[in-house]
């Protein structure tokens, strides 16, 4: 059966601070993808990155980083230099290879504070 | 280019009433995903169509629930006889095509509430 957690319910920093948001996921096959959505007060859900079990390179763009280890069944995402405007809802979500359908996690609050 | 589109926005129903949600994907995109938000908790998978067709109805509760995505128009999610429930955020997604791993591109959602 296909899982994911983020164990973190709600987190809540300080503008500037950096922020790692947690996904771990429980799959049994070897070919799959994991996202990341951000979810803002608006409530539409907006594509942050994709990733395929083949790629375990981490990846950077801006203030966002992506950090994807097989061995822990892990796919963290860290904000750099946060700000208000990251207030959001961010949900980690696994797509097997074979099915277009998301297993999404139960998402994380980011609260960031001025 | 709008996004996917989706109405109502917010809608009320009595128990038992019907409820139809609208969803009309982005332009050029023939795959459309339905999926409920509990309050509190993730978002999940109900159903995928493509144009006339249903693909994957494995998370559709077996009864009260249909959907459709017509060759035109707007795909619709059907809930007969609402129970409280039923009172959940339903989000649609497209895609432009069916292949593996693709981005899904989600519109507002509909916000359902069974009185």
Known sequence: ?114 | NAGVMQNPRHLVRRRGQEARLRCSPMKGHSHVYWYRQLPEEGLKFMVYLQKENIIDESGMPKERFSAEFPKEGPSILRIQQVVRGDSAAYFCASSPRGDRGNEQYFGPGTRLTVT
């Not at chain 1, 059966?1 to 996921?25: F, G, N, P, R």
């Not at chain 1, 049994?28 to 803002?40: A, E, G, S, V």
């Not at chain 1, 208000?84 to 999404?104: E, G, Q, R, W």
């Open chain 1, 1 to 114: 059966a296909q899982k994911v957690t983020q164990a973190q319910t709600e987190i809540s920093v300080v503008e500037k601070e950096d922020v790692t948001l947690d996904c771990v996921y429980e799959t049994r096959d070897t070919t799959y993808y994991l996202f990341w959505y951000k979810q803002p007060p608006s409530g539409e859900l907006v594509f942050l990155i994709r990733r395929n079990s083949f790629d375990e390179q981490n990846e950077i763009s801006g203030r966002y980083s992506w950090n994807f280890q097989k061995s822990t069944s892990s796919f963290n995402f860290t904000i750099t230099a946060s700000q208000v405007v990251d207030s959001a809802v961010y949900f980690c979500a696994l797509m097997m290879y074979n099915f277009n359908k998301f297993y999404f996690g139960s998402g994380t609050k980011l609260n960031v504070k001025p």
